[in-house]
């Protein structure tokens, strides 16, 4: 039983399944970061209708990477906080000035693929764990996000 942690899974595992999260939670704090910047900067004829949805994909961008932190110290491991450390692990690189919608809303498109590919990898791994609370968190995000991809990709034309 010593090879357990509080909840009851292989500790090991578990520590390379928080590690992946640690990942995730860089992944989502870049994408947090540019998604505000596209808030911020945004202009042209659907300045209105983007300033909105970017404001609604950054609260729930701030939610997620709140859940994601809570999982990782609910593994008993501790989340990595620092920007420094969330650039060098991010897949997804820092955006710079954006105004234009679509240049934007490309953006948002390929940092969910980032996003999504990252998390069908914690999936497998936690499902291999037997950890059915990041299983389930993963699982609700890729079902959401998966229908964000398709409104986006409706928004430039992009299949």
Request: aromatic content about 10%; hydrophobic content about 35%.
């Amino acid at each position: 039983m010593s090879d357990l942690n509080q909840i009851g899974l292989d500790k090991a595992k578990s520590k390379e399944l928080a590690d992946k999260l640690n990942e995730l939670l860089a992944n989502y704090s870049v994408f947090y970061q540019n998604t505000r910047g596209y808030h911020w900067n945004i202009k042209g004829d659907d300045f209105f209708e983007l300033h909105v949805k970017f404001e609604e994909l950054y609260d729930d961008l701030l939610v997620k990477i709140d859940e994601v932190a809570e999982r990782i110290l609910t593994l008993n491991y501790s989340p990595n906080h620092r920007y420094s450390g969330y650039i060098e692990k991010s897949a997804i690189e820092e955006s710079n000035h954006v105004s234009d919608g679509k240049t934007a809303v490309r953006e948002i498109l390929d940092a969910f693929k980032t996003i999504i590919t990252l998390q069908r990898d914690i999936l497998e791994l936690s499902d291999d764990v037997g950890d059915e609370g990041t299983n389930a968190l993963m699982s609700d995000y890729i079902r959401e996000q998966e229908k964000e991809v398709w409104m986006y990709s409706s928004y430039v034309d992009e299949n």
